[in-house]
Every structure is written in structure tokens, then in C-alpha cells.
């Protein structure tokens, strides 16, 4: 089993619409969870963090966390062709020496 | 505040030459970070510092690959004899501390001819 999975994608969204990218992790005692977007040709950048089980909003953006279900999710309420992009599912070693473990990304699209 | 800088943005070498990329962390972040991530593909960890201890390289590809970090602050990722296939992005990402969020550089894209 991978430490992260994501679903490669492509998911196609039609614009003003919900998108939902899901993540599972392998590692039970990860603690810190986040998520990051790439644009084509640029590097992740941090959109959300999140650490308690539950729901987390900010903006348009709410991330959720079960920790007993080992799942992570990011929500995108009313998308725009802007959220177009790779979305990358982050979770840190319980153990081991690499903090963060990056699972492969979820490719966004949004359709106008 | 300063992002995490590297340079140069781009690099085209010969098959064979060394290559010596730069990151600049944000200042006072402790852990930093190089990746390596080719067309189409997820990031490739290939090895952290933080703070004063021995790094973990755990994730170098061969024994061409090093990397130093002068310091606590700059890191140059060293690639000797360089082959086709190292052709990729290099990215280095610094945090305040060894689990918390990561912020990444823009990257230099690495091209071996």
C-alpha cells in the first residue's frame, strides 16, 4: 500500500459546481495534513493545513480529516476555471525520517 | 516577508559536466528540503536538513547527487557527471521545523543535452 494515494484524475468539474479531491494515508499516527496546488510549469504552493479530525474552511476551500478512516479530503465550492490545476495530498511520518510524504496529485479541471 | 529563492531558474548542461543549484530558505526556517519532480510526475524527496543535524539523504538517486547547507541557511544540491535522465525540476522547499507546513521555490529546471 502506497504511504498517500490520490486518484490521478483528470476530474472535470463544470464551472460554479463543487470539486472534491480525496487522499488516503497508510501511516495511522500521522498528525499533520495539507494540501497543495501546482499550476502547470510552477511549483506547490500551500493552500490548506489541517491537524484535528473534522472540517476546516477557509474561503472557498474546506479541507476534512478522519483520522479513523485514514482520509483526507478538499473541497471546492463554487469552481472556477482559476482552480484548474494538480492538486497535491501531503501527510506526515509518524515515524521514519522524511516529514512530509506527498502522494502523486489529483489534476483539476474546471470547465467554463 | 522573502519566499524560498533558488537559482538559477534554468540550467542547460552537457552530458557529463557537474551542475551546482542553489536554495536560499526563508529566513529562520530550520528544515529544508530538495526535490526533484520530472514532466508529468509527483515529487521525488531526495534529501532534508534540519538544523544542525546530519542530514537524511536517504532519498539520493546515486552517489553523483550531494548536497551541503552552509550555515543553517543557503543549500547548493550538487550533481556530478550529469546524465540525460537527470534532466528534471529541481525543487527545494524550507519550514520553520522539521513537521510543519512546507514552502517551496520556484525551481530550476535542469536540462542534460
Known amino acids: 500500500q502506497k504511504e498517500v494515494e490520490q486518484n490521478s484524475g483528470p476530474l472535470s468539474v463544470p464551472e460554479g459546481a463543487i470539486a472534491s479531491l480525496n487522499c488516503t494515508y497508510s501511516?495511522?499516527?500521522?498528525?499533520?495534513f495539507f494540501w497543495y496546488r501546482q499550476y502547470s510549469g510552477k511549483s506547490p504552493e500551500l493552500i490548506m493545513s489541517?491537524?484535528?479530525?473534522g472540517d476546516k474552511e477557509d474561503g472557498r476551500f474546506t479541507a476534512q480529516l478522519n483520522k479513523a478512516s485514514q482520509y483526507v479530503s478538499l473541497l471546492i465550492r463554487d469552481s472556477q476555471p482559476s482552480d484548474s490545476a494538480t492538486y497535491l495530498c501531503?501527510?506526515?511520518?509518524?515515524?521514519?525520517?522524511?516529514?512530509?510524504?506527498f502522494g502523486k496529485g489529483t489534476r483539476l479541471s474546471v470547465i467554463a | 516577508g522573502a519566499g524560498v529563492s533558488q537559482s538559477p531558474s534554468n540550467k542547460v548542461t552537457e552530458k557529463g559536466k557537474d551542475v551546482e543549484l542553489r536554495c536560499d530558505p526563508i529566513?529562520?526556517?530550520?528544515?529544508l528540503y530538495w526535490y526533484r519532480q520530472s514532466l508529468g510526475q509527483g515529487l521525488e524527496f531526495l534529501i532534508y536538513?534540519?538544523?544542525?543535524?546530519?542530514?537524511?539523504k536517504s532519498g539520493l538517486p546515486s552517489d553523483r547527487f550531494s548536497a551541503e547547507r552552509t550555515g543553517g541557511s543557503v543549500s547548493t544540491l550538487t550533481i556530478q557527471r550529469t546524465q540525460q535522465e537527470d534532466s528534471a525540476v529541481y525543487l527545494c522547499?524550507?519550514?520553520?521545523?522539521?513537521?510543519?507546513?512546507?514552502?517551496f521555490g520556484p525551481g530550476t529546471r535542469l536540462t542534460v543535452t
Open positions: 529566513s529562520g526556517h530550520t528544515a
Open positions: 489541517i491537524y484535528s479530525n
Open positions: 501511516d495511522r499516527g500521522s498528525q499533520s
Open positions: 536538513f534540519q538544523g544542525n543535524s546530519a542530514p537524511d
Open positions: 522547499a524550507s519550514s520553520l521545523y522539521s513537521l510543519a507546513e512546507q514552502y
Open positions: 501531503a501527510v506526515n511520518r509518524n515515524s521514519g525520517n522524511t516529514p512530509l510524504v
